[in-house]
């Protein structure tokens, strides 16, 4: 595992990538990171992704509780990444950001669930929208709670996407994959319409992610 140090920057090379990318405007967003310990490193309340700086990351412990020199606080998505990593002791990292396209597809209504892309099945087991949540409250843990065991993305209804992985870099490559797909998706429909994948297709793709 790499040093505190090293997991430090790579969050702050992250959040400059996802600003870069219009994944995120002003503060919106954020990210963690498990260190040793099930100890982890978040981005600071308030804090713009595009502009962070190692030492402004917030250390907490499991219950949330902060480590050290209270500077700063963290995010206040604070629970619901906390949510994921209980719920999965595989994930690393976690990425919370607004991409545009996939954002509006929840505004619309419209899922990105169904099989379009065969990478999408294999590599995130489907993108499922949750429930509306109250952002900044307890209630984005609870309606992660029952997708997050089996999706490595999730649409947040009209609150933008969280993504898991191994790692920081792990998660924001499948952040780009929701954005990817959003595109795809509203292509697509202005081109005609959106055909799924077979269903003997899916199960073959779903096999090769287990």
């Known amino acids: 595992m790499k040093s505190e140090w090293q997991m430090r920057r790579d969050i702050v090379d992250v959040g400059r990538r996802i600003y870069g990318l219009n994944l995120v405007a ?25 502009e962070l700086r190692p030492e402004e990351l917030v250390f ?53 669930e169904p099989p379009v892309l065969p990478e999408v099945v294999v590599n995130l087991g489907g993108i499922p929208t949750a429930e509306y949540a109250t952002v900044s409250t307890a209630q984005g843990a609870a309606v992660i709670r029952d997708l997050i065991a089996d999706h490595d993305a999730i649409i947040l209804d009209r609150h933008g996407a969280l993504t898991v992985g191994r790692d920081v870099y792990d998660a924001f490559r499948k952040l780009e994959k929701v954005e990817h797909c959003a595109r795809v998706v509203q292509a697509a429909q202005q081109l005609g319409g959106v055909r799924t994948l077979p269903p003997e297709e899916v199960a073959l793709l779903r096999s090769m992610r287990q």
């Open 26 to 50: 002003a503060t919106d967003g954020n990210i963690s990171a498990r260190l040793r310990g099930d100890r982890f490193l978040f981005t600071p309340a308030g804090s713009c992704l595009g």
């Open 60 to 112: 907490v412990d499991r219950t949330g509780r902060v480590l050290g020199a209270r500077r700063h606080s963290p995010t206040s998505e604070l629970p619901m990444h906390m949510e994921a990593y209980a719920r999965r002791p595989d994930v690393g990292g976690i990425v919370h950001a607004h991409p545009p396209v996939a954002t509006a597809c929840s505004v619309a209504g419209i899922s990105l």
